[in-house]
C-alpha cells in the first residue's frame, strides 16, 4: 500500500530500555512492526483490532498475541482487552498507525501506566478544533474555524472571512472528503461531502479560512520535551477537492522557511504538549510565513519515511521502532542530523480515475515504466475495483517514482509519466469512461 501512515505517538514508561519490551499495537500494523522485530530478539508485540483490520494483516504471526475486538466498541471495552494482555505479559510501550484510534490508544496508555504524556494530547492533536483553538489560545497562530452544523453556517463563515474556505471532517486522515471552496455554489456538495460518513473520518462538518502558499510536509521527533526537525518534503494537492496527489524530497523550501517552520512547530508541540515521540504536519509557506494546516502524532504517510531513507539515508521506521522499545535516541538523531546531506531528489505522483463505477483495465503502465527518470510504478486498484474521484488517498489508482538531480526535475519526470496512465471504467447506464489522469502539473 503507498499510502500507510506512521507510528502515532508512542507511550512509555520510561525513557530507559527495558529487558523485556512489549509493545502494544492498537489497530492496524505499519513497517515500524518488523523494524521493532529486528532491533533485539527478545522484543515483543500485541494487537489489538477489529476484525476487519485483521483481516487485512499479513504478519499476524509475529506478534505475541491478537486480540479481536468489535467494531464500534467503546473506550473502556478497548481498556479491558488490554488489561488482559498486560495480565499475561506486562506492557512497557503502546502505540497506533491509526489517527481514528489515537485517543483510545492515550487511554489505553494511561490505564497501564505507561503514558508519557498527559491526557488530552491525541485530541488536542486529531481533533481538528480542539487543534486550532489550542494553538489560538497559546499564541502559536490564528486561524479562523468553527464547527459548521449547515450550509448556512458556511456561507454566514465565509462572508464574515471570505473566500476561498475550507470545509473538512471534525475527525479525519488521508485528506478524506476535504474541499477548497471557492464561492456559495459548491457549499452544499462540500458540507454533503465533510458530513458522510467514512471509516476514516467523523463528528460532522468542520470550516476554517484558507492558508495560501506551497504545502510542505514535516516529520518531528521529540524527547523529553526537546523537538528536533527530522525531514521535510513538498506536496502537491488537486483542487477542489484538497487529495495529496504528489510527494517531493528534498522538499522545496529554502534555508530562512526551514527554520521558520522548525520555531513554529516547536511552539506548536509545547502548546499541544506533546513531549515524545514522532508527529507529522502539514505546513502553508504564506506570503505572511509558515502558517500549520494541520498536525498527526505520527510519522507521514504517502511512503514518506521510505523516500526520506532513500534521498537522506535516515530510517524513521527504524527510529521510531528504537524509541518505542525504550532507548534514548535525541542525541544520536541529533548528530545524525548534523551530517546528513541528500543525495539527489525523488517524487512520487499519485493518479486515479475521475469518476465512480467499476474499474475495466489501467492502461499506459508499461510507457510509464519506459519513461525518462522514472523508477517505480505501482497500480493500486484491481481490475473490477469500485472506483470513485479522489476524495480520499484511499480511492488513486497509480503511483509513479521518479529520481532526478533536483526536486524540480523529478516531479517534472513523475507528472509527465503519471500522464501517461488512463483509466477505464464502466459506469452504470453510460459508455466507458476512460480519464488521463491530466491533474499534474
Known amino acids: 500500500m503507498v499510502a500507510s501512515a506512521g507510528c502515532s505517538v508512542a507511550y512509555l514508561k520510561e525513557p530507559s530500555i527495558t529487558d523485556h519490551p512489549h509493545v502494544l499495537v492498537v489497530g492496524k500494523g505499519d513497517d515500524v512492526l518488523p523494524a521493532i522485530w529486528a532491533q533485539r530478539a527478545n522484543a515483543m508485540t500485541s494487537m489489538i483490532a477489529p476484525l476487519e483490520t485483521l483481516r487485512g494483516e499479513q504478519a499476524l504471526d509475529g506478534h505475541d498475541r491478537v486480540v479481536q475486538v468489535p467494531t464500534g466498541m467503546d473506550v473502556d471495552g ?10 499475561v505479559r506486562p506492557v512497557t510501550a503502546v502505540a497506533t498507525f491509526e489517527d481514528r484510534l ?8 494511561l490505564e497501564l501506566g505507561v503514558a508519557r504524556q498527559s491526557a488530552g494530547v491525541a485530541r488536542a492533536m486529531h481533533h481538528k478544533p480542539t487543534f486550532r483553538q489550542v494553538l489560538h489560545d497559546a499564541g502559536v497562530q490564528g486561524v479562523p474555524h468553527t464547527l459548521a452544523g449547515s450550509v448556512d453556517e458556511i456561507l454566514r463563515f465565509a462572508q464574515k472571512h471570505g473566500w476561498p474556505v475550507v470545509v473538512k471532517p471534525v475527525r479525519g486522515a488521508g485528506s478524506t472528503s476535504v474541499t477548497a471552496v471557492t464561492g456559495p455554489a459548491d457549499v452544499e456538495a462540500a458540507f454533503a461531502l465533510a458530513e458522510s460518513r467514512h471509516e476514516l473520518t467523523g463528528d460532522g462538518a468542520f470550516v476554517e479560512a484558507y492558508l495560501p502558499g506551497p504545502t510542505v510536509q514535516v516529520e518531528m521527533y521529540s524527547e523529553t520535551g526537546e523537538h528536533l526537525c527530522v525531514a521535510m518534503s513538498s506536496a502537491k494537492f488537486t483542487h477542489p477537492l484538497m487529495v495529496c496527489r504528489g510527494i517531493i524530497v528534498p522538499a522545496l523550501i529554502n534555508v530562512t522557511q ?3 517552520v522548525q520555531a513554529l512547530l516547536a511552539r506548536a508541540l509545547d502548546a499541544i504538549g506533546v513531549t515524545d515521540g514522532p508527529s507529522h504536519f502539514e505546513v502553508k509557506l504564506g506570503p505572511d510565513g509558515p502558517r500549520i494546516v494541520e498536525g498527526h502524532t505520527r510519522v507521514g504517510g504517502d ?3 521510505t523516500l526520506v531513507r ?3 539515508g535516515l530510517d524513521l521506521d527504524r527510529l521510531i521502532a528504537r524509541f518505542l522499545l525504550g532507548e534514548p535516541m535525541l542525541t544520536k538523531l541529533r548528530r545524525k542530523l548534523s551530517t546528513v546531506l541528500p543525495r539527489g531528489a525523488i517524487a512520487l505522483a499519485f493518479t486515479g480515475p475521475p469518476v465512480s463505477g467499476v474499474l475495466r483495465s489501467i492502461n499506459g503502465i508499461s510507457e510509464a515504466r519506459n ?7 505501482r497500480r493500486l486498484l484491481d481490475d473490477g475495483a469500485p472506483t470513485r474521484p479522489q476524495t480520499s488517498a484511499v480511492h488513486r489508482g497509480a503511483a509513479v517514482r521518479a529520481d532526478a538531480e533536483t526536486p524540480e526535475r523529478a516531479w517534472a519526470a513523475a507528472c509527465a509519466a503519471a500522464e501517461l496512465i488512463t483509466f477505464a471504467v464502466d459506469q452504470p447506464g453510460s459508455d466507458l469512461v476512460s480519464n488521463s489522469g491530466k491533474s499534474h502539473g
Open 78 to 87: 478497548w481498556i479491558a482487552e488490554a488489561r488482559a494482555v498486560a495480565v
Open 102 to 109: 489515537a485517543e483510545i490508544a492515550e487511554a489505553i496508555a
Open 258 to 260: 526551514q527554520l521558520a
Open 303 to 305: 511512503r514518506i519515511p
Open 310 to 312: 532513500m534521498v537522506y
Open 371 to 377: 519513461a525518462p527518470q522514472i523508477t517505480d510504478v
